[in-house]
């Protein structure tokens, strides 16, 4: 591990909360399979990290005083979980600040990013209004469905060798894969958040199932747009500088398609993300980073 790491537990949660400080002065251009289009890829998720990430810490800051929420056990893991989700962010922006030096304005996109979240979740909020639904209900019920993809592009990381593989940069590697065993340590946190809240019913399962549609749309829709922006920067944006990275993600094993049957598990009426059983799998990840 060539960054700095100081790893705390101070909340006493089941996971601990890992100061990272890497150094990205040395990532080339293209970092990811030495190609424009996976790398943009790449960079277009990573410029939605800093403002997601904080929009998941305000939505969970704002309910956990709430008496449902008084379990000191769970208090402890909201604790972590914020000081992870805080880490990633920071560190995602210091990435993302580093590819400005390439020319690839970043910046814009996390602002972007800002306002897809700020107008999405006031639009949403506006319209259920007459039907009782408070603004805070609407964030942490996206807050919980984007935490589920999150946690499935982490576990496909974390298993994919192939995808491993396009890593052409060690901290680049170690930025993801740590940002991966973390998604995958707190998974269940807003889940479990969400459940005390809202309970298991009908409403609280018609709910998250519909926040997960809107979410993997707008996500969609607004990651693609990014690749897209970082593609034409570089004068790429051609079907013949794309077809790799269309192939590597959307193909038939792509590493979004083969994600699709675990983001579908989430409409499972009884579904909880510790159904999908991980800690094998962090437990060697946490030996390899030195964790
Ligand atoms: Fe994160
Ligand atoms: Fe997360």
Redesign the pocket.
Known sequence: MNAKVNISNRAGASFPVRRMDFEFGEVARYWAGDDAGLTHFMTALSALFPEG?QF?VDSTRAVRKNPKLSDPDLQREISA?IG??AM?SKEHLAFNSSAQAYGYDVRTMENQTAKVIKTGTKVVAQLLKPFGFSKEMIDLTGTCA??HF??VI?SELLQNKHVQAIFNNKTMYQLWMWHAI??NE??A??FDVYTAMYGRGLKAYGMRATAMILAMTLIFITQSYFTAQLMKTDRKLTLKDSKYMLKFMYGRKGFITRQIPELLDFFRPNFHPNDSNTDQLLADWKLKLGF
């Open positions: 990430e998941f979980f992870q989700e990633h984007l935490e999150t946690a982490a973390e998604e707190h998974k946190v807003v």
